[in-house]
């Protein structure tokens, strides 16, 4: 089954879109769970069926359920926010690979640092004024200078899960 999508400009519904985090700590014995309130984003679908767009994440947005965590994970240890407010994923090609398979191309960027990023998402749900993505992918924050690991409690990399919902500009 090939699904088609209709080209033109897209918005990213921030009501229906998820985008959490979740890392192995204290040796890993412990998953650190968090997902991101503040998010945005648009993209464009061209006549090729090609798609490039942009996702962004408030990184004070962060919420793990524990506001002493939250606050360190805000911190310059980790997201910076104070000196780098946004985390964004820039799309510079997102393509249908078959069935509901997307590949999608871009560009993450965290405190500051920008590192090439290939995502496969899956196509869950499209109609004429919405498309709904659903991605997990991992990210190695030490790329990013999120270095601090104190007594080595931390190894390994996020794993990010994003379900995306995009509705038509002009529907």
Request: no cysteine.
């Amino acid at each position: 089954m090939t699904v088609a999508v209709e080209t033109g400009l897209w918005q990213l519904d921030p009501a229906a879109t998820t985008v959490a985090l979740k890392h192995r700590t204290m040796w890993g014995l412990v998953t650190v769970k968090g997902a991101f309130s503040g998010v945005a984003g648009q993209g464009e679908v061209r006549p090729d069926g090609s798609a490039v767009g942009t996702v962004t994440l408030d990184a004070s947005s962060l919420d793990t359920k524990n506001a002493k965590r939250d606050e360190h994970l805000r911190s310059t240890d980790f997201l910076d926010a104070a000196n780098h407010p946004e985390l964004t994923f820039a799309v510079r090609g997102a393509e249908l690979r078959g069935g509901d398979t997307v590949q999608v191309d871009g560009q993450l960027t965290v405190r500051g640092v920008s590192r090439p990023q290939t995502v496969t998402a899956r196509l869950v749900g499209t109609d004429a004024t919405s498309v709904t993505l659903e991605a997990e992918f991992t990210v190695d924050r030490g790329q990013f200078g999120m270095t601090w690991n104190q007594l080595g409690m931390m190894r390994g990399v996020a794993t990010v899960t994003a379900t995306l919902r995009f509705t038509r500009k002009d529907a």
